[in-house]
């Protein structure tokens, strides 16, 4: 499990509400922030199911245009208008989308590959 110091560096980014890691299963593995347990281990399937999703995708994509590059999937986002999940290998984190910071979430998170 990271330090705590991970989720405080996640969660003072600008907007964030909630941040966490989950394993390529879809495990919670930690959190902190402003959502239930349930919500955060249900996040956590989300994010590892749509990394696998987006792999395929990718993968499907490279071969059949021949264009490299999108393989493997290092992070995405997934907005739903009032909230946005940023995600880079096995963190994420949750914000307020009229707030982010999307270049810094980023960079942020990239640390942590």
């Known amino acids: 499990m990271p330090t705590l ?3 405080d560096e996640l969660l003072a980014l600008p907007g964030a509400t909630a941040a966490g890691e989950f394993s390529d299963t879809g495990r ?3 959190y ?3 959502i239930s347990e ?3 281990e249900i996040a956590a399937m989300m994010c590892a199911a749509n990394r696998l999703m987006g792999n395929m995708q990718a993968k499907g994509w490279s071969a059949y245009t021949g264009q490299g590059g999108f393989y493997p999937v290092l992070g995405f ?3 739903g208008g009032r909230y ?3 995600i880079m290998g096995r963190y994420g ?3 307020e989308t009229e707030k982010a910071d999307f270049d810094r979430t980023f ?3 990239s640390r942590y590959l």
């Open 77 to 79: 986002a997934v907005s």
């Open 28 to 30: 919670l593995l930690g």
């Open 38 to 40: 349930q919500a955060a």
């Open 5 to 7: 110091s991970r989720y």
């Open 107 to 109: 960079a942020t998170l």
């Open 93 to 95: 984190v949750f914000l």
């Open 32 to 34: 902190q922030g402003n």
């Open 84 to 86: 946005t999940a940023c």
